[in-house]
């Protein structure tokens, strides 16, 4: 019995979350209760040093700054903007008003990572004007979530900072590794959109042809300028500066909650009040993933000393597993838990325990963080937990039903689903910007 208690102690959190009891404490108070029953009350001075080293790992500093950056920018103005400037931009094409949601999507993940702020500020934004213009609900709110979620993958993107603490790899090199992933996510909603437009026109209409003139007559070039070139400039700050060596994930996470707030200065929306807003937003979002990374090292401290890690080797050699039969294993695991537990809890289980086999089958750590964050992604979409489709139902006008929700993000997470296996025939594509 002694011998399988670390899977019944990772079964039984598991269990409990789903139950929703509080995550951070359901690790930590389970793995300290198993802890001390198995070992004694000393084992738990490494608990004490395991978070001290955690506390002084610069690289967590990144989270903060990047949630910081990411609501300022959200209470900037500038992902309004952008929207209504790239709507009229694509607007003679049929379709083009759900491209450009797409493409403001991607521009948002580059410069703010944060999928809530960006699901909520496109949900207000642009829902009313798609369904006005002729837009189905279900594409209308499947294009939206989805795009909401790039933060995921295209980086500077929070998950991809915890995925290379949890993993031991550097930051920096997830970020460009994420690069060609996350710009082929893009192209295939854009595909799949222009496809949709010309099988559904009449759910996907170009905009009236003197809407788009009288935008073109009264400062087309200008108002692009003004509209693109601020977050051109705080993406190039931040992800230029990682790329070109000049500073780390950590101090271009800085520049960038420094230029976040420069940026909403110049765009007079600096009070206070705001100040103060972000500052808390900030603040109980970091606490609650630093709580369950504490949580979490109580749990991985005592399923190592209980020689779980051992126990998965053992038992994977046992079913004579190969390395891509167990990626599939590992991958099906995780999309599952997305359908039922929020991201960073899956980072925190279940990475952790399966990135020591991954080493001892020596598989690419680079490529197995880039696969995660894709398949972290769906976990915003999946009900009945998917996070991006409270935050849209949220701000969504009241004829937008939770059906349409759920039946307009299904194109979505097979797109996902086959843009994980396209990366894992072609690995490449992770490491090409590597080299």
Same mark, same amino acid.
């Given at each position: 019995?002694?011998?399988?208690?670390?899977?019944?102690?990772?079964?039984?959190?598991?269990?409990?979350i789903?139950?929703?009891?509080?995550?951070?404490?359901?690790?930590?108070?389970?793995?300290?209760?198993?802890?001390?029953?198995?070992?004694?009350?000393?084992?738990?001075y490494?608990?004490?040093?395991?978070?001290y080293?955690?506390?002084?790992?610069?690289?967590?500093l990144?989270?903060?700054?990047?949630?910081?950056?990411?609501?300022?920018?959200?209470?900037?103005?500038i992902?309004?903007?952008?929207?209504?400037?790239?709507?009229?931009?694509?607007?003679r094409?049929r379709?083009?008003?759900? /491209?450009?949601?797409?493409?403001?999507?991607?521009?948002? =993940? !580059?410069?703010? &990572?944060?999928? #809530? *702020?960006?699901?909520? @500020?496109?949900?207000?934004?642009?829902?009313?004007?798609?369904?006005?213009?002729?837009?189905?609900?279900?594409?209308?709110?499947?294009?939206?979530?989805?795009?909401?979620?790039?933060?995921?993958?295209?980086?500077?993107?929070?998950?991809?900072?915890?995925?290379?603490?949890?993993l031991?790899?550097p930051?920096?090199?997830?970020?460009?590794?994420?690069?060609?992933?996350?710009?082929?996510?893009?192209?295939?909603?854009?595909?799949?959109?222009?496809?949709?437009?010309q099988?559904?026109?009449?759910?996907?209409p170009?905009?009236?042809?003197?809407?788009?003139?009288?935008?073109?007559?009264?400062g087309?070039?200008q108002?692009v300028?003004?509209?693109?070139?601020?977050?051109?400039?705080?993406?190039?700050?931040?992800?230029?500066? /990682?790329?070109?060596?000049?500073?780390?994930?950590?101090? =271009? !996470?800085?520049? &960038?909650?420094? #230029? *976040?707030?420069?940026? @909403?200065?110049?765009?007079?929306?600096?009070?206070?009040?705001?100040?103060?807003?972000?500052?808390?937003?900030?603040?109980?979002?970091?606490s609650?993933?630093?709580?369950?990374?504490?949580?979490?090292?109580a749990?991985?401290?005592?399923?190592?000393?209980?020689?779980?890690?051992?126990?998965?080797?053992?038992l994977?050699?046992?079913?004579?597993?190969?390395?891509?039969?167990?990626?599939?294993?590992?991958?099906?695991?995780?999309?599952?838990?997305?359908?039922?537990?929020?991201?960073?809890e899956?980072?925190?289980?279940?990475?952790?325990?399966?990135?020591?086999?991954?080493?001892?089958?020596?598989?690419?750590?680079?490529?197995?963080?880039?696969?995660?964050?894709?398949?972290?992604?769906?976990?915003?979409?999946?009900?009945?937990?998917?996070?991006?489709?409270?935050?849209?139902?949220?701000v !969504?006008?009241p004829?937008?039903?939770?059906?349409?929700?759920?039946?307009?993000?299904i194109?979505?997470?097979?797109?996902?689903?086959?843009?994980?296996?396209?990366?894992?025939?072609f690995?490449?594509?992770?490491?090409?910007?590597?080299?």
């Amino acid at each position: 019995m002694i011998e399988y208690l670390p899977i019944i102690l990772f079964v039984a959190i598991f269990v409990l979350i789903l139950f929703g009891f509080p995550v951070a404490f359901t690790l930590g108070g389970l793995s300290v209760l198993v802890g001390i029953m198995v070992f004694d009350v000393d084992f738990f001075y490494l608990l004490a040093l395991r978070v001290y080293g955690t506390m002084q790992n610069f690289v967590l500093l990144a989270v903060p700054l990047f949630v910081f950056m990411g609501i300022m920018l959200e209470k900037s103005g500038i992902a309004e903007r952008l929207l209504e400037t790239m709507a009229l931009l694509f607007g003679r094409f049929r379709g083009g008003l759900a /491209i450009s949601v797409v493409m403001v999507g991607a521009m948002l =993940a !580059a410069s703010t &990572g944060i999928v #809530g *702020a960006t699901v909520v @500020t496109m949900g207000l934004i642009s829902l009313p004007t798609m369904l006005k213009r002729g837009y189905g609900p279900r594409l209308s709110t499947g294009v939206i979530a989805s795009s909401g979620t790039l933060g995921q993958i295209i980086p500077p993107s929070v998950v991809l900072v915890l995925l290379g603490s949890v993993l031991n790899v550097p930051v920096g090199d997830l970020f460009l590794a994420a690069v060609i992933p996350g710009v082929g996510l893009v192209a295939c909603y854009v595909l799949y959109i222009i496809i949709y437009a010309q099988i559904f026109p009449d759910k996907a209409p170009a905009m009236p042809k003197d809407e788009v003139l009288l935008f073109r007559e009264r400062g087309f070039s200008q108002e692009v300028v003004k509209s693109f070139v601020f977050p051109f400039l705080l993406i190039l700050a931040v992800l230029g500066s /990682i790329f070109a060596g000049i500073a780390s994930p950590t101090e =271009a !996470a800085g520049v &960038g909650a420094f #230029g *976040a707030i420069l940026l @909403t200065l110049l765009q007079r929306k600096l009070t206070l009040s705001v100040l103060k807003e972000v500052m808390q937003e900030t603040t109980l979002l970091t606490s609650m993933v630093f709580m369950i990374l504490v949580g979490a090292t109580a749990f991985s401290l005592v399923f190592r000393g209980l020689e779980g890690d051992k126990l998965f080797l053992e038992l994977i050699e046992g079913a004579d597993l190969s390395p891509y039969a167990f990626l599939f294993l590992v991958m099906a695991l995780v999309f599952v838990a997305g359908f039922f537990i929020d991201f960073i809890e899956i980072v925190f289980i279940i990475v952790p325990v399966v990135a020591p086999l991954f080493v001892a089958m020596g598989i690419d750590l680079i490529w197995i963080g880039i696969l995660l964050a894709v398949n972290l992604q769906t976990s915003f979409l999946t009900p009945p937990f998917g996070f991006a489709l409270f935050y849209l139902k949220g701000v !969504a006008p009241p004829e937008v039903k939770t059906s349409h929700l759920y039946q307009g993000i299904i194109p979505f997470v097979l797109i996902q689903i086959a843009f994980l296996i396209l990366l894992v025939i072609f690995p490449e594509m992770t490491s090409a910007l590597l080299k």
